[in-house]
């Protein structure tokens, strides 16, 4: 059976660029931010934070220290990790609106005060990425194996198939 698998041949480029552009979908990478915050259990203390934040010279992380009431993301600097349109942050969870603020400031900006459900913050965008799609090159290995997959099941089927028509055997 291996060595009849063997002669099985491997997919094209031609077929592999075929695949990429007709499923083209499935290579689309969303824009990404990432974003820092601090985080304050009033308005108050966010306007403060963000009128120390918006003048020159002043450290990030010392700022994330003395205000910040987030355990979580205080040691980072207020890092909330990247961030999707669709507002999915790792350390405050889904907050829709907060995502639609970080991604309308742009790269470099401070924002703020926006109220969440878990106070209000002041944000820094520190990179945005827009949408895009993978590179054929990043990917044409995985559809090299999913290609291949399919043709060896295919073949394997196709040998089967000769193999009991030449031999006169049915499934009961």
Known sequence: LNERMSANPAPADSEVRGYYEAHAAEFRTPATATARHIQTASEAQA????K???????????????????????ASAGLLGTVT????????????ALAESVFALGVGRIGGPFRTERGWHVVRVDELRPEGTRPLEAVRPAIMRQLANQRNQDYYRQLLDDARRDLGVSAD
């Open 52 to 74: 120390l934040a918006r003048s020159s010279g002043q450290d990030w992380a010392k700022l994330v220290t003395r205000f910040s009431t987030d355990t979580l993301t205080r």
């Open 85 to 96: 349109r669709e507002g999915s942050f790792a350390a405050l969870g889904r907050q829709p």
């Open 47 to 50: 306007l403060q934070a963000l």
